[in-house]
């Protein structure tokens, strides 16, 4: 049997730090018994997802290194590796299954749905679907959707008994089938869901090892069932320990930057990643640290990882990518410097907003200190202003930083008029509203036109440097933040 290996992430927003260490282990393990490691574009969600997504996943893996075998850029015998356009794939393989009596047409409102789970969460249960169109015969079907009223597919799942499978590194697990839904298999706009996707696309596919996030364990039954309900043998499965905060929560955006661009443009040596990565849930037979791809997966063994959670811990990856850097010869140094942060490409964003501000090349560098490197450190008395208090400070920035937490990408103008709006509603001038952020971005009062200098920074990095400030100005008690998440969700639905 030739292993085969995927990594199937989702082209939303940037490329999770997650996705990375999801396909380290995919790619090694692949690697390791010379098989084939293959990436798929999972695209379902129209809404969200957008081919500048997906094309900043292909550029951060291959910063990274973790080169695949079969994918969207590649091609490959099993393609497309693009979930949209395989959908009339999908479609077949879920009428097979209506027509098998292991699927049925849902005609359910959405309100109804939220009635029907309220009921249930008052009365103590799990919630599922209630099985109300089960037993809708072929001809009423048929007349409804002829009739153009919208409709799903979904799953047809046991009302007793327990699911029982094995993870290969968790060993038996049990799931009771009363706490499992009857899935969605295909949405109203025709699209399928992300579980008839995956299990269609890894069985043609010829997967043979799923290793995945341990949040899907709760997934398996229903995966398991359309591998039962299509008379398929299904593919080896691992759920690998989630990454976590050195707090031991869930690692989010919201408390540690998550995405690897994020990494790339903070100047961290992407071997120096990858090397951290691989040691997440992982140690090598000696218990050294450092150690080359080659050496990771020549020594790769799945029972090798560990169940505890992993912790991704910032000072201890600044530790790592600090003994690569001096490592490094001196014509490697220079060479990784420029390749980083003085590439044409980079120069090219900073230059319009520089030159007509520059008289002496010896100007350049105070100018742009904090779009090259970091920016200099911030103190409570940073933020002396005669009209802005700490608390109005604390606002202002929380603020912002929830809007930008929407956003993908930034365009200055859509900042500007951010700004603006909040400013409005603060009852500030948008000077004064702009004095925290200022500080935040750059570490300055004055510096070069703040909105392009946060469309060049990038929203991680913009991010990360906003929650430095709030770090600064005393965090945001639990208490206050309820307070402000109160008057934030108030003013945006307005």
């Given at each position: 049997?030739?292993?085969?290996?995927?990594?199937?992430?989702?082209?939303?927003?940037?490329?999770?730090?997650?996705?990375?260490?999801?396909?380290?282990?995919?790619?090694?393990?692949?690697?390791?018994?010379?098989?084939?490691?293959?990436?798929?574009?999972?695209?379902?969600?129209?809404?969200?997802?957008?081919?500048?997504?997906?094309?900043?996943?292909?550029?951060?893996?291959?910063?990274?290194?973790?080169?695949?075998?079969?994918?969207?850029?590649?091609?490959?015998?099993?393609?497309?590796?693009?979930?949209?356009?395989?959908?009339?794939?999908?479609?077949?393989?879920?009428?097979?299954?209506?027509?098998?009596?292991?699927?049925?047409?849902?005609?359910?409102?959405?309100?109804?749905?939220?009635?029907?789970?309220?009921?249930?969460?008052?009365?103590?249960?799990?919630?599922?679907?209630?099985?109300?169109?089960?037993?809708?015969?072929?001809?009423?079907?048929?007349?409804?959707?002829?009739?153009?009223?919208?409709?799903?597919?979904?799953?047809?799942?046991?009302?007793?008994?327990?699911c029982k499978f094995t993870d290969i590194?968790?060993?038996?697990?049990?799931?009771?089938?009363?706490?499992?839904?009857?899935?969605?298999?295909?949405?109203?706009?025709?699209?399928?869901?992300?579980?008839?996707?995956?299990?269609?696309?890894?069985?043609?596919?010829?997967?043979?090892?799923?290793?995945?996030?341990?949040?899907?364990?709760?997934?398996?039954?229903?995966?398991?069932?359309?591998?039962?309900?299509?008379?398929?043998?299904?593919?080896?499965h691992c759920h690998l320990p989630l990454?976590?905060?050195?707090?031991?929560?869930?690692?989010?955006?919201?408390?540690?930057?998550?995405?690897?661009?994020?990494?790339?443009?903070?100047?961290?040596?992407?071997?120096?990643?990858?090397?951290?990565?691989?040691?997440?849930?992982?140690?090598?037979?000696?218990?050294?640290?450092?150690?080359?791809?080659?050496?990771?997966?020549?020594?790769?063994?799945?029972?090798?990882?560990?169940?505890?959670?992993?912790?991704?811990?910032?000072?201890?990856?600044?530790?790592?990518?600090?003994?690569?850097?001096?490592?490094?010869?001196?014509?490697?140094?220079?060479?990784?410097?420029?390749?980083?942060?003085?590439?044409?490409?980079?120069?090219?964003?900073?230059?319009?907003?520089?030159?007509?501000?520059?008289?002496?090349?010896?100007?350049?560098?105070?100018?742009?200190?904090?779009?090259?490197?970091?920016?200099?450190?911030?103190?409570?008395?940073?933020?002396?202003?005669?009209?802005?208090?700490?608390?109005?400070?604390?606002?202002?920035?929380?603020?912002?930083?929830?809007?930008?937490?929407?956003?993908?990408?930034?365009?200055?103008?859509?900042?500007?008029?951010?700004?603006?709006?909040?400013?409005?509603?603060?009852?500030?001038?948008?000077?004064?509203?702009?004095?925290p952020l200022f500080l935040a971005v750059?570490?300055?009062?004055?510096?070069?036109?703040?909105?392009?200098?946060?469309?060049?920074?990038?929203?991680?990095?913009?991010?990360?440097?906003?929650?430095?400030?709030?770090?600064?100005?005393?965090?945001?008690?639990?208490?206050?933040?309820?307070?402000?998440?109160?008057?934030?969700?108030?003013?945006?639905?307005?």
């Amino acid at each position: 049997m030739t292993v085969r290996t995927r990594v199937a992430p989702s082209p939303t927003g940037d490329p999770h730090v997650g996705t990375a260490y999801i396909a380290l282990f995919n790619r090694a393990f692949a690697r390791s018994q010379g098989g084939q490691f293959i990436l798929r574009i999972e695209d379902t969600d129209q809404k969200r997802g957008s081919s500048e997504s997906e094309q900043r996943i292909f550029e951060s893996l291959k910063w990274l290194g973790l080169d695949w075998d079969e994918g969207p850029d590649l091609g490959g015998p099993f393609g497309s590796y693009r979930q949209s356009e395989r959908k009339d794939i999908y479609f077949e393989h879920a009428q097979k299954l209506v027509d098998a009596g292991h699927a049925f047409t849902c005609f359910c409102s959405p309100g109804r749905l939220d009635e029907v789970r309220k009921a249930q969460r008052d009365a103590g249960e799990t919630t599922r679907y209630d099985g109300h169109c089960v037993g809708l015969s072929a001809e009423q079907v048929g007349l409804r959707i002829a009739d153009g009223e919208s409709h799903v597919t979904r799953m047809k799942v046991p009302a007793t008994g327990v699911c029982k499978f094995t993870d290969i590194l968790r060993g038996e697990i049990e799931i009771p089938w009363q706490q499992i839904d009857m899935q969605v298999l295909v949405k109203a706009d025709g699209m399928p869901t992300y579980h008839l996707a995956v299990v269609v696309d890894d069985h043609l596919m010829e997967i043979t090892h799923v290793l995945r996030g341990e949040e899907w364990i709760n997934s398996f039954p229903k995966h398991q069932l359309l591998y039962q309900y299509f008379g398929w043998e299904m593919p080896l499965h691992c759920h690998l320990p989630l990454l976590r905060n050195p707090d031991k929560s869930k690692l989010s955006k919201r408390k540690n930057p998550t995405s690897i661009s994020y990494f790339q443009r903070a100047g961290y040596l992407a071997e120096a990643l990858v090397n951290y990565l691989s040691l997440m849930g992982w140690s090598m037979p000696d218990e050294r640290e450092i150690f080359s791809q080659e050496e990771f997966i020549s020594e790769f063994k799945l029972e090798r990882i560990s169940l505890g959670a992993p912790v991704f811990d910032l000072e201890k990856l600044s530790w790592l990518s600090g003994q690569y850097v001096r490592g490094m010869s001196e014509d490697e140094f220079m060479s990784s410097i420029q390749k980083w942060a003085l590439n044409r490409e980079n120069l090219s964003r900073i230059v319009p907003l520089i030159q007509e501000r520059t008289e002496k090349l010896s100007e350049i560098i105070p100018q742009v200190d904090y779009l090259l490197g970091d920016r200099a450190p911030l103190s409570l008395e940073s933020f002396q202003h005669k009209k802005l208090d700490q608390d109005m400070h604390l606002k202002i920035l929380q603020f912002l930083l929830w809007e930008f937490e929407k956003k993908v990408q930034f365009e200055s103008e859509e900042l500007l008029e951010i700004c603006k709006i909040w400013a409005d509603h603060l009852g500030l001038k948008i000077r004064d509203l702009l004095f925290p952020l200022f500080l935040a971005v750059s570490g300055k009062t004055v510096s070069l036109p703040l909105f392009d200098s946060i469309v060049i920074l990038g929203v991680d990095l913009t991010r990360m440097r906003i929650r430095d400030a709030l770090s600064v100005l005393g965090g945001v008690s639990k208490k206050k933040l309820k307070r402000l998440e109160k008057e934030y969700a108030v003013f945006s639905s307005v």
